[in-house]
Structures are given as C-alpha cells and as structure tokens.
C-alpha cells in the first residue's frame, strides 16, 4: 500500500515536471491603495502555466522563453495585461471593479452562477472558514457562521451527532435536516441509532449524523441554499433546504504540483458543567448515608455521632474501604470529583494533498486522518479519508472528471441518560471520590460485576469500560461527469454518483448492568446505498431578440434511488462474562431484525434564465417528479418557481463610491415531497409489550406473535405535500463594496402533510396517514460584511448575521390538538406538535396556578399540588439568534473570532434537575438547614380564597420540590452567548519560505467554545441529547459540551 | 443534429421504465398473519395489561405495595395525573382489543373458535377498562377507521347494553363468544392457545367465570342481573372450579419472555416499590404471616415494609420483602392469574350472603381460603394448622355486612400481585377498611381515588372524550 501510494505521487509530481520552464518571474500584486491581492492569478497568456498570490501579494511564476504576456486577475479586481520583455520582477496594481463584482455560488445542480443574477438568498462559505478551527463535523462548523440555520449538538463526545434546520421546520413528521450535495451527488446525512438497552434512543451519545465523514480539508466551498426557491430544482429532497459543498480540485496551483501537509493537534475538556456546593456530603435529612447519592447529609467538618450517621451505626464501604459499626472515616468533600471523571481528549488531525494540473487538466489526491480521544474514557472517533480526483478534455468539446472518496469511520461511546452511570454522576454526592474506583479497576468486582454504592445505577466508569457502543463505518462516494459541447451554445452533460457505506455496530451490556442486568451483544449492519444520475441540456443564447438580452436555458432529468438496510442480531443473557461474541447469548429474539427500505425517484425539469444587460434576472423552472413511495395514481407531481433580481444601481446608473450596489430580489417557489415508502398499506408487526420497565417481546419459546401495526393507512390514496413559499430581499453595498447588507424576508406555507396523526388510542391504533395539517415559517435573515479597517498591512474584516425565524402549527386534523413527535421519549416530556404553538414543544405536566398566576401549594406537606398532564412545558424555538465573525489581517497574522449569541429558546434538563433534587448544585448550599418555604399560595376550600404559602419545609425538601426531572423548574430559557471560535494564524512570509524551498508556511492557534455565558440556566443550555431529527430542546442526562483548544500548521511544498 | 435525436431518445426511454418505481412493498413487515399468531399476542398482551403499571397503581391504592420511588411513589400518594398513556394506548385499546377485533372479523364465519376465544379476551379488557376508568370507548372503540374517534358508553350501558344506543352488554359479548366456541370451526387452536392449549371446554368455563366476576361486579346496581346470571352458571356447573382449571396465562424464565412483575421489581426499577407496612400489619392480625411470606420475601429473615406515602428514608433495598417467587417465578416465569378458582369461591360465597343464591356461604368461603393457599403453595399441613387455630378468621360469622368483610378481606389477600382485582372489590364493597395513605395529593387528597383519570393521549386526540376529565373522587357506577 505504502509503495503505491508513494508511486501515485511521483507520478503526479511528474505530470507537474511536464511543465517545468526556464525563466523565473517574481512580483507583488497589490490593490490601488497598496495592499496586497490574495490568490490573484497570473498566467502567462495562451497558455495554461500560470499561478497565484500568496497573502502577502507575492508571486514567482515560471515562464517559457517564449512567453510574451502576463494575465493578472483576480475576483474584483480589473485584469491586467503585463507585456514580458525581459523583465523579471513584475509589481501589478489592479483597479477595483466597483460596479461588476462578480462572486461565483455554487447552485443547485451544481451550476456555477454569479451571484448577482439570483432572486433567492444563498450563502457561501469557503472551505478555509470551517477547516482546521477544532471542529471534526463540518455541520457544527457552521454553526455561528451562517444566517437562518439552526445547529445544536448533541453533546461533546466524540463523534456525538448534530442537528441542523434551515429555515425551521416544514414538515410535521418528515426529515427536516437539509439534503448534502457532494459536487452535484447526494450524500447521506443520515444518524443511524442503535440501542439495545430498554431506553431506546434515549440512552445518549448516539454515533454521529454521517456529514462527519465529511474531511473539511477537501472542501472547496459551502454553499448553502436556504429556501424551497433556491434549492427548487432539487426537488422534494432539498425543501428543507441543501448544504451543497463543492470540493477542491486540483487546478488551481496553475499547472504546478503542490504538495499541501495539514496538521492539527487539540485538546477538548468538558464544558458547562454546573457549579456545585461543597458544604454538605452524602445523606439525607442531615444524616449520612452511604448509599444515598444524594447531598443531603451532614456539614462538612460535623462532628460525628450516631445521629448524624458519621460515627457508622452499620458497616459501609465509603469509596471503596470498609468501614464496621462504630467507625468513623474521612469525611470530606472532593470539590472536583465531577470534573475529574472526565479526561482531556485530543484530536490529532493530519492531511496531505497533493495536486497538479491546470484549469482543465488536473488531478488531486489527498489523504487525511483524524484520531479523537473522547472527554469520556475509552471514547475515540478514528476518520481516515482517502480521496481522488481529476478533471481532463478530450478534444475541444469534452470534458471529463470524478472524484472518489473513501471513508473509513470508528466511534466508540458509552450510553448515558435516565439511570445510566453517566446520570448518576451528575450531581454525584460531594464526598465520594470517583477516581479511586478507576485507578485500580475497582468500578468492578472481582467476578465483573458492577461495584458502586448506590442501587439502581452503574458505577459510571463501569458503563464507560464495560458498555461501549462501537461503529465502523466503511463509506464510498464519488462521481463521475461528462460534458460535451455539441454546439458553441448547447452543451450536454451527464453526471453520475453514488454513496454507498456499511456501518458494523457492536454494543455491548455487561452482565450486571443496571439496565441489562443479564448481559447482552448486539451486532447491528447499517447499509444505505444511494445512486444519482442527472442529463443535463443546457443552451445559452445572447442578444436574444434583442440587444442585452441573454438566455441560458436548461432541462433534464434525474432519476434516484435509496437503499437502506438495518440487520441486527442480539444476543441476550450472556454466560460467559466477558465474551461479547453474540453466541454467548441464550435469547435471541429480542432486537433481532431487519428493517429494509428502497425507494425510487423519476425527475424531469427545466429552467429558464434570462438576463438583460446584467441587471435584470428573471429565472423559471419547473420540474415533475415520480414517486414510488405514492400512489400510482398519484405518484407524480409538478411543482414550479420563479425569481427576479434586479440590480438597481446599474439600471438607474447610480454612480457613487458610497453607495456602491444595490440589488433587490423576489422569489415564489413551490417545492413537493413524497411520502417515506410503505405507508401506502396495513401491516402487522412483531408482537410487544411495555417500555424500559417491563416488557415483553415475541416469539415466546417456539410461538410466534404479531399484531397490527399502531399505524393505519388512509382509505383514501396520499397525495404529495407541497410547500409554497415566498421571499424578498435586498442587497446593498457601500464604499466601493467594503461594507455589505443582505436583508431577506420569507414567509413557507406548508400544507396537506403527509402525516401519521395521531388518532384516539381507543380505535385501536395510534396514528392515520393523511394528507392533513398546516405549518407556517417566517423569517428575517440578515448578513452583514464590512472591511471596517483596510491599510496597506492592517485589514479588519467582521461578517454579521441574524436570524429571526417564526414557526407556527396552524392545524393539524380535526379534533387533534397535539401529537407527538416520532421517536423515543419519556411520558411526562413529550415532543410534540400542537396546534397554535410553535412545532416542537414539549408537552408534559404543570404545576395548577391560581387566577392571578401563582403555583398552588398543597396545605398537606408545603409543597406544591401535583401537576396537571398535557400542558406545554417547554419551547425549544429560540427568538432570535446571530452571529458575529471578526477578522484581523495584520502582515502575516491572522487573528479570526466567532460569537454566536441565542435570544430565548427553552431546554427541559435532567441535568440540571438532577444536580438540584441531589443537593449538588451550588445554590442548594445556601441556608440550608434554615426553614425554607417555596413561593406560592394555599387555597382555602371553604372561603375559596387564596393565601400566600407560609409553611416552612426543610431545604431538602424545598429543593427537591424544584427538582423533578419533568418539572417546570427545570425548563430553562435558553439564551446563551457563545464564544464559538478562536483562531490566529501566521503565515511565514516568503523570503523564509523561499529560503526553505516551500511554497508555504501557516502556523495556527484555535480555541473552540472558549466560553458561553448563559444568564438563566446552570448548565451550557445549548445541546439536544437525541442529537439531529425533529426533536429538540430536552438535555436528558448526557455528556456535556467540550472546549477545543488546539494548534495548527500548514506546509505547501 | 443526429446526436440531439440521439441523446432525446436515450432521455425519453429513462421515463418508460415503469416497473422501475414499482418498489413500494414493505420487506419488513407481513401485510397477512395467521390466526395461530395472532391469538399468542392478544392473551399475553391482556396478562402484560393486567400485572403492568395498571397493576402497580392499583396494589398502590389499595395498600398491598407501597411506592418508594418514582411513578409507584407517585401512584401510592394519588398523583395518577398524566399516567398510564401506554396502558390505554398500548396494552388495552392498541394491539389487544384492535387484534381481537381482527380476529373476530376474519374468523366469525370461518373459525369461529378463533373468534369464540376473541370475544371472552375482549369481554375481560373491556371490563379492566371501564372498571378503572368508568365511561370509556366500547361500542365503537378498537375498529380503525372505522371509527377513529369513539364514543365513550356509560358504564352501565357497557355491563347491561343499551339497544337504542347500539351498545352490546359484556354479558351478551360473553355469551356470544361461548356460543362461537360450539360452533364447527374450519381453524382450531393448539399450541397458539397458550393458557388452554386448544382445549375449547376450558374456554367455556373462562367465559362462564367471567360472567361470574361481571354479575357480582354489578351486583350493587343491578341484583336482580347479578342473581339471575350467577344462578344460571352454577346451574350449568361450567366455570372454574379447581386451581388446575384457573385462566392463568404462562410467562417464560428468559429474557423478553418473563413477566411484568419480575423485569420491573427484579430488573429494572428494583428499588420503587415494596411490601406495605399496612398489609403486614393486616397479615398479623390474621396470624397469616406464612402466607403473607408466599407473596413477598423477607431477605433478613423478617418482613421489611414501609408505610404507604411515607417521606421516611426507606430501608436499604437488599433488605425490603419485595414480590416473591409465587407472583415472580425464580426468574421471572410466573404466570399471570387472570381468573382463578379462589376469586370464583369468594364470589359464590358473597352472592350466596347477599344475593341469595344456591350454595352454602360459608362453604364457599373457606373453599376460597383454602385454594388461594393452595395456589401459593401452602403445604396441606400449614394449611390445616392454620384452619386449626384461627377458626375465628376463617368461619363466617355475625351480620351479613360482617361476614361480607370477612369474605372480601380473604379475597384482598388471595389477590396480592393482581390490583386491579382488589381495587374493584374495594371500591364495589368497601373493604377491607383502608386508611388514607401519608402525605396524600392527587385530585383530592381525602379520598382513595375510586377511578383512574382518563390519559393524556386520549384526552388530546379524542374529541368525544370527556373534557375536564372527571376527577379521581367521582364514584363509578358499579360502586358502593
């Protein structure tokens, strides 16, 4: 293997020799003022030899004896040609192009435009604005980055999965995450959940949504298309929008070879962990106990008695020694013992990339690994990249290229959540010291079996040791493209891909383990395989009728398929401890299964673009697709779009230096979807009963048991969902284009849902699929850039964006108010949609309120009536949000920050209720042994008045009134501020890089999560345990975020 | 132009592949199951209905358990608010009674043993639901779109019909269902018949044991039903009437097999619930600590309990008596008892005292003793010695309303570990005389709840529902 790849790369390092030449031109290429132009390019003219700026403005190019002309370029400046002669230093000052700025965006189809003629928001990032900045999942790099995209990770484990909605939700029960474009070919985004043990996928830090196979060194740009009008052409897959990302090619050194060497290092550490007392140990009503986890007991430093328990009326083991009847032991508090569970995780991140070609002809092979050790022990994410490329023409006419991508992906987690060793360490007693059962392996005994105090729950090193979840993740994609120019307007072009990955999974219980007490193995096979085929025609026409007016015309078609195939077998009741092979299982009914899907999609669509004197656009498509998921009958649809932009300062010639572009845009679009595949008929299912409690699951011995599915299919046939939507923005520039506005309103209706739901339980079933509902987005979006500072060594640069997005569920079926959403949740919290309300709240129980709106006390124990069920308890749907990037150039420095700030939004946290019922938390410290009384009031039944509460209960019990994990106390308004990214970057000026023979030297620093500063919750508000899907806002016992701080360094060779 | 001819065919021949998205049949799932395994489905799933979370809310409110921690802490002080969603969605209305349904649709002209079996499981989930919850879906519940939102029937019309309203009585349902079983069935079951083993006569006693239970279940309403139907059936001397006959249905020692009371006391929730301390105190007045010790252990050698909503700190969980192997199994393989010769004693004994009918109350009444503690596994010796020397406790004696709570009080313990079964008979009755539990809540903290409120789920997607659901203090029909 070593050999060949050594033998790929001297083969490209002598394509690049191909072109090697005789004479050396150097030079500086700087704007009017003076400052340098990075990655302008300078070619010698006719030919293909050429290259670009470094940051500083240099440039060294090679050119044949022969050579007469230099082309100087660069995006918005003025070409400039150079007449050789026998000069061999070339200094360039380019003039700016006030009024033809030109940003090419990747679009739909992967069509290249320039961004003025779009009538629809689009937002481009560069592939250098996400990598090397920390982060491993290039969709948590966007995050802070982007205007109308919300993204919250599950948590910071390694590998952990994150969700992303652009422009909120549109579909009750449908995906909603935006459809991944890899240069033209859909990828899947997909998270693959296993879970053996009884809570489903409640049991935390599932592997990750599979966008983090993505190795953010490949990527060239991001391009994100918010709305149904951008991504219309995409059809019913992109109407929650498309992250289309398009990956670097190997032309752009300009017929040079380059050998690229990436590295990083970094470390995480855990992040927003809740501030604790350490006043008060182990115990409850002021008496220690030993095996109470919560921090009720005695003060530290009390002297001990029988009464309060420190002088032992029993024997105890009290971190892990013995202790007999009539002993004391060291009671003190271990201030860190939480803080101390987790490790300092690394992540070393190597690339290498090398590339040669020109324009056309071009090849780049990079190979990139990543190796995290997780915050938790014995968690890891291994991502090894391994990817091919090249571009070539045969001919004049055609062209040719692909790309192939192998990606080999391992995560190791451990569960977390209700019950797991993971919740039992939030909030965990202040006297135990947890590192003494790892040091010495003792989180077991002797036998392997669990060893911890407390009943009911995992030592939580044992869970970490003992329970791991392992994914390796096996994944192809790659494309290939042809393009033939039949005419010098008609171009043909066909481009074919695929995606195809294997994830073999083991998850493991111990025997012993608190939610598997017998033990199981559970091997599990995701598959999905998805095949993409477009012919695309594509005519461009000027001076059409008349003079100015241009037309680039397009149809094609797409046809697409999915497979996807879950097989897992689980072995349950292990004999041999220790042996996770799942022939040591005695049942293997429970889990066991398959769950297969594949489903087809026919596309045919046209778009039509006219542009009139590069100021007017005008752009219709439409596009028809067939479904296999619909009924025949039904299976096709036709849904159209059409936008308009017009750049005013052009037409009405608006002149000026200081308002230097203006540009307004209006869109209509609507987008189809199709439905998931076999919700057409009834079926039946294998028979179960119960939830993580109890249950039972068929067969039972030899006798097999089904029942109806909970699902009933419509009598009358589906029909496909559509979502209308209508956006206007505007786009102004100033002082030369320096500062920029990007303003943009949007208003989607979605209606006619394909939904499942829900019916009364009592017909029998649970849930009806119809063409039902109502969901309305509206939003503001902003972006705003600005060079605020530009001399001739000094830049400051700082981008902008804002989000206002206003979801609303307007209807859902008659006589259904609310009803879940799919997926895993515990009753008492449940993720719901309801009608008036924005999608996504949390239903579960509130305490009853009297007419002027306090909480009622129960006059019985002082504490408050229990709660009423069905009520909203949470919104997860924040305000508002923005996010602010600065960047300062000073010579070779580059210091860069992110802020990202959440105005409201709500979290429900076990977390922090368990902190808070535990007496963990640091609040709980204060008076505690005084008589507490919780706010609230006492109705009288006779008079049917009401009185202020005045009964005094202990602080235990006070706090653990506050404490519920379902309870309104543990609802949290979620603003937080984020200190998202941190980075400064040097790059080694040439005079030394020429001395080493390099063609370039950066050295990086970056911090990530440097800080959050949240004034209404205890905790880092911003993570959703169940990670990327439709349910969001609950924080339910996992692992916490982690801060990166780490260091980079790039070599160009 | 001869390669745009080209190029258009290769583009019109993509679009007739019809075949092409014919792909829209799930792998995963059968659109058609037999009988044979639908039948295993429903009767383990009335059993998972009867010994799940309705059974720990209910052993709650009547003081056979005591709730320490989570949901049955919650249940033990009255907080039922918000509960038993997956019982109501998942245990009763979904899966059980929709795939009785279904069987009775397909099989009634065909099998009708299939069909026979389907209406006697449904008749006993029907009861379990209208006898926690009073008015609830019946007539039109459990047939899909047909229906998707029921009328709830008021719980009388459910126990004796309502013509004009279309309501069948459980009675007639019962009875429907017996004359399926002697009809000639093309379709018969065997193994698939997990508690009878296809043994169709030991169905008609089930049926007739149920008409038993629903006629003394009314009898406080409607005597003149309850006495007519409990002299018929023992006229006809077709119900259960040894231990060996009882409707228990079997449970398995492994994993995904073994019964609701072992997974959730023994696997997964070992530290919520344990014995009260005021059924031991109950116990001892009975002297009948050795069968208390059938029902519950006593790991350090004595019973360990603790006081119903009790906010003291509870004892170490190793040591609490906690359900023991007779509702359990060693690992779980217990079965659950849904109808048993015991209960049909006990009910003889009470009608024979109150309504009249044929037999010898007291007869009945120590038959009833003596097969409960036999059933729990009471050596004849034990059970001998027992009789020997509390002659008091085990022979009727004073009013009738004194011998009636002698009777139900016996019954109260046969019936440890089935809840639902003591709540009926304690609401209906009265006894045994419980007090309310510590720190009480819910709805209203002076009264032992005399019905479950309705779910949230039902609540919020059935518009036929009752709204505000009626609180937990609102007396049912049937009681007293």
Redesign the interface.
């Known amino acids: 293997m070593r050999k060949l790849l050594f033998l790929l790369m001297a083969a490209m390092l002598a394509i690049g020799q191909l072109h090697a030449q005789q004479r050396t031109i150097t030079g500086k290429v700087t704007d009017e003022k003076g400052a340098p132009i990075i990655n302008a390019s300078v070619i010698v003219k006719g030919t293909n030899t050429g290259t670009v700026t470094k940051n500083d403005g240099t440039y060294s190019i090679t050119v044949p004896a022969n050579a007469k002309t230099l082309v100087i370029s660069s995006v918005t400046m003025e070409e400039a040609q150079i007449d050789i002669g026998s000069q061999t230093v070339i200094n360039v000052s380019l003039q700016t192009i006030g009024k033809n700025l030109q940003e090419v965006v990747v679009t739909a189809l992967g069509i290249a435009r320039d961004k003025r003629s779009l009538g629809y928001a689009s937002q481009n990032l560069k592939g250098e604005e996400l990598a090397n900045k920390g982060e491993v999942n290039l969709v948590n790099a966007l995050q802070g980055k982007v205007a109308g995209v919300n993204i919250t990770n599950a948590s910071g484990g390694a590998g952990a999965s994150v969700n992303i909605n652009i422009r909120g939700i549109t579909s009750f029960t449908g995906s909603n995450q935006p459809l991944f474009v890899i240069d033209g070919i859909p990828i899947s985004n997909d998270v693959d959940r296993t879970n053996s043990g009884?809570n489903g996928t409640l049991g935390d830090n599932q592997p990750a949504n599979r966008a983090l196979d993505i190795d953010m060194n490949n990527v060239e740009s991001v391009n994100i298309l918010k709305g149904p009008a951008a991504a219309a052409l995409y059809g019913s897959r992109a109407s929650a929008g498309a992250i289309i990302i398009t990956t670097k090619k190997g032309g752009s050194a300009r017929g040079k070879a380059e050998v690229v060497l990436n590295s990083n290092f970094s470390i995480q550490s855990a992040f927003g962990l809740p501030k604790v007392q350490n006043m008060y140990g182990e115990g409850?009503?002021g008496?220690f106990?030993s095996?109470?986890n919560n921090s009720f007991g005695p003060k530290f430093g009390s002297t001990p008695s029988l009464a309060n328990g420190l002088l032992l009326g029993l024997s105890a083991n009290i971190n892990n020694v013995n202790y007999t009847a009539g002993q004391t032991f060291p009671y003190e508090a271990f201030p860190d013992n939480i803080n101390d569970f987790f490790r300092h995780g690394t992540t070393a991140e190597n690339e290498i990339t090398i590339t040669s070609g020109d324009a056309v002809r071009n090849q780049i092979l990079s190979i990139g690994n990543v190796t995290q050790k997780g915050i938790l022990y014995n968690t890891f994410l291994k991502r090894t990249t391994l990817r091919f490329g090249a571009n070539t023409a045969v001919g004049a006419k055609m062209k040719i290229g692909g790309s192939i991508t192998y990606t080999n992906t391992a995560q190791r987690g451990t569960i977390g959540g209700n019950n797991s060793g993971l919740a039992s360490l939030l909030g965990l007693a202040r006297n135990i010291d947890l590192t003494s059962y790892r040091v010495n392996g003792t989180y077991k005994n002797a036998n392997g079996t669990n060893n911890y105090p407390f009943?009911?729950v995992d030592n939580p090193y044992f869970d970490q040791f003992e329970n791991p979840l392992n994914s390796y993740l096996n994944r192809f994609t790659g494309n290939i493209n042809v393009g033939y120019d039949?005419l010098n307007w008609l171009n043909?072009s066909y481009r074919a891909g695929g995606d195809i990955y294997t994830d073999r999974r083991k998850q493991v219980f111990a025997i012993s383990s608190n939610?598997v007490?017998?033990g199981?193995v559970r091997d599990e096979m995701f598959f999905r395989n998805e095949i993409n085929g477009d012919?695309i025609?594509r005519a461009t026409r000027n001076n059409l009728f008349t003079h100015g007016l241009s037309l680039t015309a397009l149809i094609g078609?797409n046809?697409n398929q999915r497979r996807f195939q879950d097989i897992a077998v689980q072995g349950?009741?292990l004999s041999v401890p220790g042996f996770y092979n799942v022939g040591n299982g005695?049942?293997f009914?429970?889990g066991s299964g398959?769950?297969?899907?594949?489903?087809?999609l026919?596309g045919?669509y046209g778009q039509a673009s006219f542009n009139f004197r590069n100021y007017v656009f005008v752009e219709l498509t439409g596009r028809a697709d067939?479904?296999?998921?619909l009924p025949?009958n039904k299976?096709t649809y036709f849904y159209p779009s059409a936008n308009v932009a017009f750049v005013f300062t052009d037409a009405l010639k608006i002149n000026s230096d200081i308002f230097s572009y203006g540009k307004i845009r209006a869109s209509y679009a609507k987008v189809g979807r199709d439905a998931d595949?076999?919700l057409?008929?009834?079926?039946?299912?294998n028979?179960a009963?119960?939830?993580?409690?109890?249950?039972?699951?068929?067969p039972?011995?030899a006798?097999?048991?089904?029942?109806?599915?909970?699902r009933?299919s419509d009598?009358i046939p589906l029909s496909p969902e559509f979502t209308t939507s209508y956006e206007a923005g505007i786009n102004l520039q100033f002082f030369s284009n320096r500062a920029s506005i990007d303003v943009t309103y949007y208003s989607e209706d979605s209606k006619s849902q394909i939904l499942n739901v829900?019916?009364?339980?009592?017909?029998?079933?649970?849930t009806?699929t119809t063409n039902i509902g109502e969901l309305t987005n509206k939003g503001v979006e902003v972006n705003v850039s600005a060079t605020v500072i530009r001399t001739r060594d000094f830049t400051w640069d700082l981008n902008g964006n804002y989000t206002r997005q206003r979801n609303k569920v307007v209807s859902i079926a008659?006589?259904?108010?609310?009803?879940?959403i799919p997926g895993n949740a515990f009753?008492?919290s449940i993720p719901s949609f309801k009608v008036g309300y924005h999608y996504g709240v949390i239903?579960?129980?509130v305490i009853p309120r009297s007419p002027d709106g306090q909480r009622l006390i129960?006059p019985?124990?002082g504490t408050y009536?229990?709660?009423?069920?069905?009520q909203v308890l949470a919104d997860p749907n924040a305000d508002y949000q923005f996010g602010v990037t600065n960047t300062l150039n000073y010579k070779g420095f580059n210091l860069g920050c992110t802020f990202d700030f959440t105005k409201g939004g709500q979290v429900l946290s076990f977390t922090a209720a368990t902190y808070k019922s535990r007496g963990a938390l640091d609040i709980t410290a204060v008076d505690r042994e005084q008589p507490h009384i919780l706010p609230g009031v006492i109705l009288d039944p006779a008079s049917g008045k009401y009185s202020a509460n005045n009964i005094q209960i202990s602080g235990q019990?006070y706090w653990q009134a506050l404490g519920g994990l379902q309870s309104e106390f543990n609802v949290y308004d979620a603003t937080v501020l984020h200190l998202r990214e941190l980075t400064l970057g040097y790059t080694v000026p040439n005079k030394i890089t020429n001395r080493l023979k390099l063609a370039g030297i950066r050295f990086g620093l970056f911090a990530r999560n440097v800080f959050y500063v949240a004034p209404n919750a205890p905790i880092d508000p911003q993570l959703n345990t169940q990670g990327a899907g439709n349910i969001r806002g609950l924080d339910l016992q996992g692992t916490p975020n982690a801060r990166t701080i780490g260091a980079n360094i790039k070599l160009t060779i | 132009m001869k390669k745009i001819s080209f190029l258009l065919l290769l583009f019109i021949s993509f679009t007739s592949c019809k075949k092409y998205l014919d792909v829209n049949i799930s792998p995963n799932n059968p659109p058609a199951v037999p009988a044979t395994t639908i039948l295993p489905t429903t009767t383990i799933g009335l059993a998972f209905a009867n010994s799940n979370d309705l059974d720990r809310a209910t052993s709650a409110l009547v003081q056979h358990i005591a709730g320490v921690a989570n949901q049955t802490a919650a249940y033990d002080i009255y907080n039922l608010d918000g509960a038993f969603d997956n019982q109501w969605n998942g245990e009763i209305y979904g899966v059980d009674l929709s795939d009785l349904q279904i069987l009775i649709d397909q099989y009634s002209a065909t099998s009708p043993a299939y069909s026979g079996i389907a209406k006697l499981e449904m008749a006993y989930l029907f009861s379990i639901a209208t006898d926690l919850w009073g008015e609830v879906p019946y007539s039109q519940a459990a047939q899909g779109t047909k229906s998707l939102f029921p009328r709830f029937d008021k719980q009388e019309d459910i126990y004796q019909g309502n013509a004009s309203l279309g309501i069948t009585s459980l009675f007639d349902l019962v009875k429907s269902g017996l004359a399926d079983l002697v009809k000639t069935s093309a379709l018969k079951p065997g193994n698939d018949d997990i508690v009878y083993k296809g043994d169709l006569t030991k169905w008609a006693r089930m049926g007739n044991t149920l008409l038993l239970k629903f006629a003394i279940q009314i009898s406080n309403k409607n005597p003149s039903l309850a006495t007519s139907t409990i002299a018929s059936v023992i006229a006809g001397n077709n119900y259960i009437n040894s231990n060996a006959l009882d409707f228990e249905v079997p449970f398995g020692a492994t994993v995904g097999n073994q019964n609701a009371l072992y997974t959730f006391n023994n696997i997964n929730r070992t530290g919520d619930q344990m014995l009260s301390t005021r059924l031991l105190n109950l116990a001892k007045s009975l002297n009948d600590t050795v069968r208390l010790a059938k029902f519950f252990t006593k790991p350090s050698g004595a019973f360990v309990s603790f006081d119903n909503g009790s906010t003291a700190t509870a004892p170490a969980v190793a040591t609490r008596s906690k359900y023991n192997a007779y509702l359990t199994g060693a690992t779980g393989e217990a079965p659950i008892r849904i109808l048993t010769n015991f209960q049909v004693q006990f009910i003889l004994a009470e009608a024979a005292l109150t309504l009249g009918t044929p037999g010898n109350a007291n007869t009945y009444y120590q038959a009833g003793i003596t097969a409960s503690m036999q059933k729990v596994g009471m050596t004849a010796a034990e059970i001998a010695s027992y009789f020997a020397t509390n002659p008091s406790v085990v022979t009727l004696s004073g009013t009738i309303e004194e011998q009636r709570k002698q009777i139900i009080t016996q019954k109260y313990i046969a019936w440890i570990g089935n809840g639902i079964e003591a709540f009926d008979d304690y609401r209906r009755t009265g006894y045994p005389v419980l007090a309310l539990v510590n720190n009480a809540a819910g709805d209203n903290p002076n009264v032992i709840p005399t019905r479950l409120p309705y779910t949230p789920a039902e609540l919020a997607a059935n518009p036929n529902a009752p709204s505000p659901r009626p609180k937990t203090d609102v007396k049912l029909w049937f009681a007293k």
Do not use: M, W
């Not at chain 1, 057409?680 to 299912?685: A, C, E, I, P």
């Not at chain 1, 829900?758 to 649970?766: I, K, L, Q, T």
């Not at chain 1, 009536?865 to 069905?870: D, F, L, R």
């Open positions: 009884p409850t009503s008496v106990n095996t109470s009943s009911g039949l043909i939610r007490p017998a199981n012919l025609i078609q046809i349950d009741q005695a049942v009914s429970v398959e769950a297969s899907t594949l489903r087809r026919l045919y067939k479904s296999s998921t025949k299976n595949p076999y057409l008929n009834n079926v039946y299912v028979g009963f119960g939830n993580n409690v109890a249950s039972f699951t068929f039972f011995g006798i097999g048991g089904f029942g109806a599915s909970s009933l009598t829900a019916v009364a339980p009592s017909s029998g079933f649970r009806y008659p006589g259904v108010d609310n009803s879940p009753i008492g239903i579960g129980g129960n019985a124990t009536q229990p709660t009423v069920a069905g019990a």
